[in-house]
């Protein structure tokens, strides 16, 4: 009896996945002038084991990174701080090459200005601060080192070419790269545990709630980070449902320049995955 319970929790979950595929499959349809690449990991609890079950559309496809290559980064920067090579107690110094323009306001402030590294690292995900997030790439070591680490991690489609603002595109990344990186670092032991709280809290307060999080219900909670430029636009985290119920989301658009379309689509998309997983 058990185990049949068990097997029909998963075929009930399979259905319902392969439903909910079929429904992105049809909203994407309504925008031909879009490119979307999706990557959606949901979990199922069964008896005696997890199961994962995904949605991969264009998943695995390179896409311009934006402010989503932040994610990345912050977790290369947790992982030398676990390892003792950086500490939390430094001050980075603010450089002329270190100046961007886009989000943030630490470009406000006059080279030579010392700021805190976990001051820094706050502002480079909460508010997706450009020029913060080049104080880090620095004390990383540059762009390639930097690069270098990130290849480390694994993740096979993302790449830093430029410091930020990247406002041609030219970092890149997928929306598998990001869930998997994500999913490690805050379900897993790839940190440590005073790393990956400070991450999930820092991704938790991030101020852009206008993409994934218009689709999400009540009493869920969502450690992300969302990336803008012109042609691009995404958003990608942890859904955390009651009874402590999960799913992995990452939504990429290439758009036509700043077409509004990349927003709504993102936040349709996330309606349906929320409705059908909650």
Same mark, same amino acid.
């Not at 185990?3 to 998963?10: G, S, T, W, Y």
């Not at 049809?26 to 008896?47: A, D, N």
């Not at 595109?169 to 990001?178: A, E, Q, Y």
């Given at each position: &009896? ?25 909203? !994407? ?51 030398? !701080?676990?390892?003792?090579? =950086? ?47 080049? &104080? ?13 680490? =990130? ?27 990001? =869930?998997? =990186? ?97």
């Amino acid at each position: &009896m058990f185990v049949f319970n068990d097997v029909l929790a998963v075929t009930n979950t399979t259905s319902v996945i392969n439903s909910l595929t079929n429904k992105i499959r049809t909203t !994407i349809k309504k925008y031909p002038g879009l490119l979307c690449g999706i990557y959606i990991k949901s979990y199922s609890k069964t008896k005696n084991s997890l199961s994962q079950e995904i949605i991969n559309i264009n998943g695995d496809s390179q896409f311009a990174a934006a402010s989503l290559i932040k994610i990345p980064i912050a977790i290369v920067l947790l992982k030398k !701080i676990d390892s003792g090579e =950086i500490s939390w107690n430094e001050t980075l110094i603010l450089k002329k090459h270190h100046y961007a323009q886009g989000a943030g306001f630490i470009r406000t402030r006059k080279a030579g200005t010392k700021i805190k590294l976990r001051e820094v690292f706050k502002l480079m995900l909460t508010i997706s601060d450009n020029t913060g997030t080049n &104080m880090v790439i620095d004390r990383l070591g540059g762009v390639n080192k930097t690069h270098s680490h =990130i290849v480390n991690l694994g993740l096979k489609n993302t790449k830093l070419v430029n410091w930020l603002g990247d406002f041609k595109g030219t970092n890149k990344t997928s929306p598998h790269d990001l =869930i998997d =990186i994500l999913d490690r670092a805050l379900e897993s032991n790839f940190l440590s545990n005073d790393s990956r709280q400070i991450l999930k809290n820092t991704l938790l307060n991030v101020k852009n709630k206008s993409l994934i999080n218009k689709g999400l219900g009540k009493y869920t909670k969502f450690p992300h980070k969302t990336g803008t430029i012109g042609i691009c636009i995404g958003d990608a985290g942890i859904v955390y449902l009651p009874w402590n119920k999960k799913f992995g989301i990452s939504i990429i658009v290439k758009r036509p320049f700043n077409s509004l379309q990349g927003q709504r689509i993102i936040r349709e998309i996330s309606s349906l995955v929320y409705s059908s997983l909650k």
